[in-house]
């Protein structure tokens, strides 16, 4: 199921956003100052803003009725210099001439007017749609006099501030009159990462300033993306982009959707009769039905005028929204919200929340009486300053807050709180600085702000706080270590756990990448979202996963082995168990994006069938961001959902995705807006009260301070699985397996993309064999495992060679026993019962077994190139085949054995934006059978049948290993050079 486009009108939207306007000009005069002294009365001004809501609701309405406009057709592939000659043909539209790709580093676009001239000036009209005039902000100008641009000298760069285009008669004009400024090419750039896209350059010349010299002269730049076109695209290819499409005369406050909100209002009213007080709701169905009789005369008459169906729209509206807050799940009294702008720098789900990239202010507010007469907003720390740390004494202002979070007895609030330190110096742009001051960290106060404490402090940014159900907090936070493997300078962050004083930190989760957003489900376990890229692509898994409230046994249910990214989102954030319910509700994110997309509910009693079987679309007017609607910023609308069940929630919500305020909505399209401030997003709405506590569930591992004192367990842990071919796939025929391959998935220690590059796959892990342990007849395993580190396992024949093999991680704590059923059991079926105890029960763990020589530190190196030394490279040479010697080469630092074996020969899963569909290469899950060695190309040239080649046993695996290891060449992030002259490198993170 695909969900309709949002689209954009342009005409409907600009009589929307004036009443917007005069409602944020009410709201100046009545409040003029956003954070409120004490409690503000906000009820006259959120009237206009909610008649404007109203309006916009009507806007997406016509919206969704208009058919989608046709683009015309993109040619297959569009050259630098094509794209490019759209900045300098004379057409100015406010869009783009040209486009670099989304995200280049230092792109450029350049002009070439044939002969070296004394300019005058370079007039440049920038892009002005959709807000994005900033990016070009810090444009400069080159000149050189010669095309191959050998020497190209700056002539101008740009101060910061905006400048726009032709629909407001401001380009930035470069004045270079008198300064002697001599050049044949004209090149415009910016520095860092930026989608560099102009409307159009115009370049006049000191003999004759009234000419524009650049008009349709020969243009280039750096790259293509996928808004490049051959010259400026047409108006029809930017319309569909985006969505825009005119609105028909007259088509404000339709009878069908007049007709939509009545019936929508009868059917909520008779939703929540069995429970809301008649002597409230009785009234308002009758008054509903009076309106639902003067629809009908409307829609009877031949043209009923706009005014007459705008005023019965506005009453309806007025009745539904009375009816809806009969509903007694919304008797609250209080909700606690926080201020916030949206973070700066890279449009990332990791980005969003770093330090370095919040936009100073904001709050931590409360609504009082928000679903009644007379609202009011609290802002609880007015008065309050830090006691304790850094900043001790201090008022938290100027920075920025993120993600609140409310005990479960409705006393304390934890919050994160950035001072935003990088903002003064970079005002938004890519700042990559951890410092106390640019980091977020984790504070605490009483519900009134009193008793305000910094619990965490450093250079790590420490967020989303939890409270468990024991009193400890988990929290997600950078001190693991490692970065990402796919971009920037990214640290990884995961989750941690403390006392409630902010005292005895652990590390509940040792994956290698990141997690986001933990909360408590009804079950009193750990739900949050991880993102798992372990030899696959790095896209399409950011879903739900759960584990104790000790950080043990992490698992995942739903969504992380797609068949199709299309066919799901591609993240899913903010989850939170619906109560009484087994079910979650979610906000659907985008990998390159942030937290806000649509809203789904998930239901994990569902078999998942690689798509949306366990969704429920809870708001389908808004699609999937990224996965389904591009570009992904137009789709942000709903975020930080908080369910009252499942048909009732409160969210974060706007139709523009720009200006978030706090909503009721529920599971059948009614929506009513709570509260706006038109200057700053409002989101994370939490009824401030308290809620039930979940069940307490006992501790596992001997990590926390308190479960050390009352364990007297090892601080040894095990794992054991009960029969691997319990599975939810079909093994090859004739399959026994021997062991289990134990791996080390290694945090990537180093900030840049393939820096160094590990092997022949894109963006892959560093990886150490830990060893094997047994598997027995019955198919059980015990064994001794390693604990704090992330580690996959590969299921191994008599051979030696790997028939399946994770694509995921997982670890153990001190003292924890985790237990499997099978190898990707059924989750939706029982186990077979045990007529016996396992076999591997009945003993002792087996302790990992460690493998040969060059597998741990893991090194091409040392355990390949010397078999090839002993059996391949004397005949290569003299038959002067592929050369297989160890000679090191190249950018990479690898031999030139590896270079001629690990693309064409080697097997391998490649770790990168759409490498699901990278064939052998990619896919969601390992094939079993056809995966490692089994799979390669060299296969065949390891027996006698190649010129009567016999490895020893060793030399087989050796070969063998390398290749279920998919191919690579280097066991470690650092001291490349090191491991290229073979010696043993261990890595400086595990």
């Known amino acids: 199921m695909t969900a309709p486009l949002f689209h954009t009108l342009t005409s409907l939207r600009r009589g929307c956003e004036l009443l917007i306007l005069l409602a944020i000009a009410a709201w100046g005069h009545l409040c003029p100052a956003v954070a409120v002294s004490g409690s503000a009365d906000v009820g006259p001004q959120m009237q206009a803003l909610i008649e404007a809501d109203w309006i916009e609701q009507d806007r997406s309405f016509v919206a969704m009725k208009q058919e989608k406009p046709k683009a015309p057709a993109r040619p297959e592939k569009v050259t630098t210099a094509e794209d490019a000659a759209g900045g300098c043909d004379g057409i100015k539209n406010g869009h783009w001439g040209f486009h670099t790709a989304s995200g280049e580093q230092d792109p450029w676009w350049q002009v070439d007017l044939g002969d070296a001239v004394k300019l005058d000036r370079v007039v440049i009209y920038n892009r002005t749609d959709h807000g994005k005039t900033g990016r070009a902000a810090r444009i400069q100008v080159l000149v050189a006099d010669e095309p191959e641009c050998r020497e190209l000298r700056g002539v101008y760069q740009h101060d910061g501030s905006p400048f726009f285009g032709v629909h407001e008669n401001k380009p930035l004009v470069v004045d270079l009159n008198d300064k002697n400024v001599t050049g044949r090419i004209v090149r415009l750039a910016v520095a860092g990462r930026c989608s560099f896209a102009l409307d159009e350059i115009e370049v006049y010349a000191s003999a004759d300033p009234q000419k524009n010299i650049a008009l349709g002269k020969p243009a280039d730049q750096k790259s293509v993306g996928q808004y490049s076109w051959p010259g400026t695209m047409p108006e029809a290819a930017v319309a569909a982009i985006f969505g825009e499409t005119p609105a028909p005369a007259g088509s404000e406050f339709a009878l069908p959707h007049l007709r939509q909100v009545v019936e929508r209002g009868k059917a909520l009213a008779e939703r929540i009769k069995p429970k809301a007080g008649a002597g409230r709701l009785a009234p308002l169905v009758e008054n509903l039905a009076q309106i639902d009789r003067r629809v009908a005369e409307l ?221 408590v489900n009804n079950a009193g376990m750990l739900v949050y979202t991880r993102w798992d890229y372990v030899d696959r692509d790095t896209n399409i898994a950011h879903h739900i996963w759960t584990c104790y409230p000790d950080g043990r ?217 830990l060893g094997t342990v047994p598997v027995e007849a019955d198919g059980s395993v015990y064994f001794e495992a390693p604990v704090g580190m992330p580690i996959y396992f590969q299921a191994v024949d008599e051979r030696g060679l790997a028939v399946q093999s994770m694509r995921s991680a997982t670890y153990v704590h001190p003292g924890e026993r985790m237990t499997c059923q099978g190898c990707h059991e059924r989750k939706h079926q029982p186990p077979r019962t045990a007529e016996q105890v396992p076999l591997a029960l009945r003993r002792p763990p087996s302790p990992v077994e460690p493998d040969v020589e060059g597998s741990n530190p893991f090194t091409y190196v040392r355990l390949v190139q010397p078999v090839l030394d002993r059996n391949c490279v004397g005949c290569h040479q003299e038959k002067k085949a592929l050369d297989l010697t160890g000679k090191i080469e190249g950018g990479n630092g690898w031999t030139r054995s590896y270079t001629n074996l690990a693309a064409k020969y080697g097997f391998y899963f490649h770790v990168s934006n759409g490498s699901i569909n990278q064939g052998i290469h990619g896919g969601s899950r390992t094939v079993p059978g056809q995966f490692g060695a089994k799979a390669s190309g060299l296969m065949k040239y390891l027996d006698a049948s190649h010129y009567g080649v016999k490895l020893s046993e060793e030399d087989f695996h050796r070969i063998t290993l390398w290749l279920d290891c998919n191919s690579e060449f280097f066991g470690a992030y650092e001291n490349t050079e090191a491991q290229s002259r073979g010696e043993a490198v261990k890595p400086s993170l595990e």
């Open 553 to 769: 046994d992490p698992r995942s249910f739903h969504g992380n082995y797609p068949v199709k990214r299309e066919s799901r989102p591609w993240m899913e954030m903010s989850i939170r168990a619906v109560p009484g319910s087994h079910k979650y509700v979610a906000s659907t994110g985008a990998h390159h994006g942030h937290e806000f997309g649509s809203l789904v509910l998930i239901d994990p009693r569902v078999e998942d069938d690689g798509a949306e079987s366990q969704l429920e679309r809870l708001t389908p007017e808004v699609p999937f961001p990224e996965a389904e609607g591009r570009p992904t910023s137009r789709y942000m609308s709903y975020g930080t959902p908080w369910p009252l069940s499942e048909d009732d929630y409160l969210a974060a919500y706007d139709a523009n995705a720009k200006n978030h305020g706090i909503y009721w909505i529920d599971r059948h399209g009614n929506k009513e807006l709570l509260y706006r401030d038109p200057s700053i997003a409002s989101i994370s709405p939490i009824p401030f009260r308290p809620r039930p506590v979940p069940p307490l569930v006992p501790s596992g591992t001997r990590q926390a301070a308190e479960d050390v004192v009352r364990s007297n367990a090892g601080q040894k842990a095990t794992i054991a699985v009960m029969n691997v071919y319990e599975s939810d796939f079909a093994w090859p025929e004739g399959t026994k397996i021997d062991a289990l391959r134990v791996i080390q998935v290694l945090p990537k220690s180093t900030a840049p993309p393939n820096l160094p590059r590990i092997g022949i796959a894109n963006q892959t892990n560093a990886r150490a064999v």
């Open 299 to 519: 829609e009877k008459a031949a043209d009923p005028p706009i005014g007459a169906r705008k005023q019965l729209y506005l009453d309806a509206r007025r009745v539904v929204r009375r009816i809806a807050f009969c509903n007694p799940l919304l008797d609250i009294d209080r909700i606690l919200f926080i201020k916030r702008h949206d973070a700066a720098g890279v449009f990332h789900m990791c980005d969003q929340f770093y330090g370095c990239n919040a936009k100073p202010g904001g709050g931590l507010y409360v609504l009082s009486d928000p679903f009644g007469p007379d609202p009011k907003l609290i802002n609880v720390l007015e008065n309050s300053v830090v006691e304790n740390g850094r900043l001790a004494g201090k008022k938290l202002e100027g920075g920025s807050f993120l993600s609140p979070e409310l005990s479960f007895d409705g006393r304390t609030i934890l919050f994160a709180y950035s001072e935003a330190g990088a903002w003064s110096k970079y005002q938004g742009k890519e700042a990559y600085e951890w410092t106390p001051e640019c980091s977020y960290h984790t504070f605490k106060c009483n519900a009134d702000g009193t008793g305000l404490v910094q619990l965490t402090d450093g250079t790590w940014n420490d967020f989303d706080p939890c409270f468990l159900p024991n009193g400890r907090i988990v929290f997600i936070s950078e001190r693991r270590g490692g970065y990402l493997r796919c971009g920037r300078h990214c640290p990884v962050y995961t989750m941690f756990s403390m006392r409630p004083d902010g005292s005895d930190i652990i590390c509940l989760s040792f994956h290698e990448t990141h997690e986001w957003q933990p909360s």
